[in-house]
């Protein structure tokens, strides 16, 4: 797929112009690692062969290139920007596409194909099984798949193995850690300034919320658990939900309430109806122990500002009698079936986090005028929940074994509403833990993580991966680098997926990225293995892009090494390409 000979549309034109941009920064890199790095494991000189390798890999994936691309009216060019890509390249269309068009198999494929079919835009067609394994691993465990996964599931011959795969997926540990992750993103588990938790109150809050997710605790629950809990900041982790605010007043807790379970920004509202609603929190307590940094949180009824009645955000006004602490009553109301707000909230959520942008977007403004791009999914969405009292893996095994989520990245139409209304499936970059978990698996390495105040509870083992770090204040500067949220306001779009510079700079030239690589147990072995060359460069492929090569890459790569390129380097020198393409740094 060389430049001379491609014939692609106008976004991919501009993917490979950031292509040919990429390759000559990372030429000169390798130029320059050449010339300065002594003994025979230093990473040779790119040819213009591997120049080829390095822009067949990053074009296939053009459509990754951000800032490119039609937008639905009114979507910002942000972090969460979508790019689809029309009249793919043969090649890339081989690799990510089945050419099989969706069919209405579910519930959730009917709604959203008949919305398109009203609309006029024609879906993308269902991604290939190497696509789905990589896509379906990230978007729910946030871990690659490894070259031994990928294989089993290609060689799979059963019919239902993508449904077989997702129902695996769930069960494992990592989909605790990683939604674990998410979910202390919004509850702000931080242990340092502005939120102060306290190391040892923040991993006990985060350890509550893993168990709860590993157990898969009904959601309700789960709310009803963090809004009701009275005890000490170490004993019973759920009363941190109170701790981890900046303004813990009755107000800044009735609006950080409505944004994590409502999906609501309180401070929107007339003030009668945000001080109506801080009035059920206007009894809580807090004092300290004689333990150190101990914090008791507690039902206060003598508290001078207590307020004897409350409105809930319907308009119901609610007496306070004493008998009973206010937050069960408010929580009694929340978690009720018939709440427009809880149940809406989160599986609008749950589908933002596996598509980027929710049915109501942004997923945390839900407003009269903001209205859903789809009622009826969302509707659909509510209602199988409660019916499964509230079980979120079945909201999960719903979207992820629909044909929508199964769609490929290669737009069929240049609509500029298709995006919006979930006629492909959204190219975005990985999270800054997944992306650092995924170098690290691949190269055998690990990462070390501190907190800048060196407390208690601060050092961890440096097995541990980012997505499983507890605290926001225990971080990295590549963490940092990547868009980490740092977890002072629990809104989603603290978390900054915009590729940078900087980002493709520490990719291309970090001497950090480098060792990994040099030092990479996999790396070594093929470069010393007694294997065909295509054998080992089949091996990278698994590995990082979770995939086969095409026959086209293998005569590159071939033809690379038979220009004069040593064995380690032309293993050194394809692993740093593929980890610099689009398609690794992106989910797709």
């Known amino acids: 797929m060389f430049f001379s000979t491609c014939k692609v549309s106008q976004v991919e034109q501009s993917g490979l ?15 320059f690692h050449a010339r300065n790095a002594s003994g025979p494991s230093a990473p040779g000189v790119l040819t213009v062969t591997v120049y080829c390798l390095i822009a067949e890999v990053l074009a296939v994936s053009a459509f990754a290139a951000s800032g490119t691309g039609t937008r639905a009216p009114g979507q910002a060019n942000d972090s969460q920007a979508h790019v689809p890509v029309s009249a793919p390249t043969p090649n890339a269309a081989a ?6 068009p969706p069919r209405p198999e579910t519930q959730i494929d009917r709604i959203v194909l008949d919305q398109l079919q009203r609309m006029g835009i024609a879906p993308a067609n269902l991604c290939s099984d190497a696509v789905f394994i990589r896509r379906v691993y990230l978007d729910a465990i946030g871990t690659l798949p490894t070259a031994d996964e990928v294989k089993q599931f290609m060689l799979d011959k059963r019919p239902d193995k993508r449904r077989l795969l997702i129902d695996r997926l769930l069960e494992r540990d990592e989909f605790a850690d990683y939604w674990a992750m998410k979910w202390c993103d919004l509850l702000r588990v931080k242990a340092e300034f502005p939120i102060n938790l306290w190391p040892n109150a923040a991993q006990a809050y985060h350890r509550w919320v893993r168990s709860a997710l590993r157990q898969n605790m009904p959601y309700d629950r789960f709310a009803r658990d963090l809004l009701t809990a009275s005890g000490s900041n170490f004993r019973v982790p759920q009363v941190n939900f109170y701790r981890a605010m900046q303004d813990r007043s009755p107000e800044g807790v009735a609006r950080a309430v409505a944004l994590t379970f409502m999906g609501v920004r309180a401070e929107k509202w007339p003030a009668n109806s945000l001080k109506g609603m801080a009035a059920f929190f206007s009894q809580l307590g807090y004092k300290t122990t004689g333990e150190w940094k101990e914090e008791i949180v507690y039902w206060n009824p003598a508290a001078t500002n207590a307020q004897l009645a409350g409105v809930l955000p319907d308009g119901t006004r609610v007496e306070f009698n004493g008998e009973r602490d206010p937050r069960e009553l408010f929580a009694d109301w929340l978690v009720n079936p018939q709440n427009p707000w809880f149940t809406r909230n989160i599986v609008n959520r749950v589908w933002s986090w596996l598509f980027g942008r929710g049915v109501v977007h942004e997923p945390d403004d839900i407003r009269p005028d903001n209205p859903p791009v789809n009622p009826a999914l969302l509707v659909y969405l509510e209602h199988e929940l409660i019916g499964a009292n509230y079980d979120l893996k079945h909201i999960y095994r719903l979207i992820l074994n629909s044909h929508i989520y199964q769609l490929s990245s290669l737009s069929r139409t240049n609509a500029a509403v298709a995006g919006a209304n979930f006629a492909f499936y959204p190219v975005r970059r990985l999270d ?18 501190i907190s800048p105040v060196p407390e208690p509870f601060t050092v961890l083992p440096e097995a541990v991966r980012a997505i499983a770090l507890p605290d926001a204040s225990i971080t990295s500067p590549t963490l940092e680098l990547f868009g980490r949220p740092p977890r002072d306001t629990g809104v989603e779009s603290e978390r ?10 520490y990719l291309l030239n970090s001497s950090a990225i480098q060792r990994k690589l040099e030092q990479s147990r996999l790396i070594r072995s093929l470069a010393n293995a007694d294997v065909p060359l295509p054998d080992a460069v089949t091996t990278l492929y698994l590995t990082i892009l979770s995939r086969y090569p095409t026959e086209t890459e293998l005569r590159t790569v071939q033809a690379y090494a038979d220009s004069g390129a040593t064995r380690t380097q032309t293993i050194l020198d394809v692993a740093w390409a593929l980890i610099n393409s689009a398609e690794f740094i992106y989910r797709h």
């Open 432 to 449: 800054a833990e997944v992306i650092i978990d995924a170098l690290n698996q691949i190269t055998g390495a690990t990462d070390q993580y």
């Open 95 to 100: 690799i990510f596409d089945t050419g099989v």
């Open 496 to 505: 900054n997926n915009r590729l940078t510079a900087a980002q493709r700079l």
């Open 17 to 31: 112009r950031r292509c040919c941009w990429v390759t000559k920064l990372l030429a000169a890199n390798r130029l």
